[in-house]
């Protein structure tokens, strides 16, 4: 009987959304820092950004090339190129290995997640897909541009969402910001900077809460 009823619990497929200038192989080393039994919940699918890397990666001497970009911005972070090149690379790829329900990202691939429902929402992004039914946000952060913004945060992000927030990440105030930006976040606090941390005892209760909460929804 107990198997049964395991069948019957589906895992939640995630599209994987990797840093600025790395890949979806590197993400995947990245996430496997975490237990066995947290990513047995899941079904992770890793993609390449649309585009290849157009300058040095951070990543250079620790992880092997080749390395990507979901799109390319200024200096300020207001002004983006090739974004709706990035929207229609991620619709295609949740069209040709999803559905999905869920997406993870880190880096400017949390960004570009945590925009996604507010966009699919206001029928910008995702029109062919089902819709986002929660997020996972590694190091995130808000757009700044103000008409993007104002399409991806106008309403409150309604579906579950759990973030990490390092105590020394430069992204820190910024994925506080988005906090506010979220109907019901779950937020796990780290002592690292802009990385995918290990989990402890405590963060990994609060990933198994999280997957229990999800697997309800989905």
Partial sequence: MGSEGENRVRKPRILCLHGFRTSGEILKTQIHKWPQSVLK????VFVDAPFPCQGKSDVEGIF????Y????????FTEYTNFDECLQYVEDCMIKHGPFDGLL???QGAILSAALPGLQ???VALKKVPKVKFLI???GAMFRSPSLAEKAY???IGCPSLHFLGETDFLKEYGNELLKSCVDPVVIHHPKGHTIPRLDDKSQKTMMDFIE?????I
């Fill in 41 to 44: 919940n899941f079904d992770l």
């Fill in 64 to 67: 092997d090339p080749p390395y």
């Fill in 69 to 76: 970009e979901w799109f390319q911005f200024n200096k300020e």
């Fill in 105 to 107: 990202g880190f880096s």
């Fill in 121 to 123: 929402e206001k029928g």
């Fill in 137 to 139: 946000i590694v190091g």
């Fill in 154 to 156: 106008s309403s409150p």
């Fill in 213 to 217: 909460r999800i697997q309800r929804d």
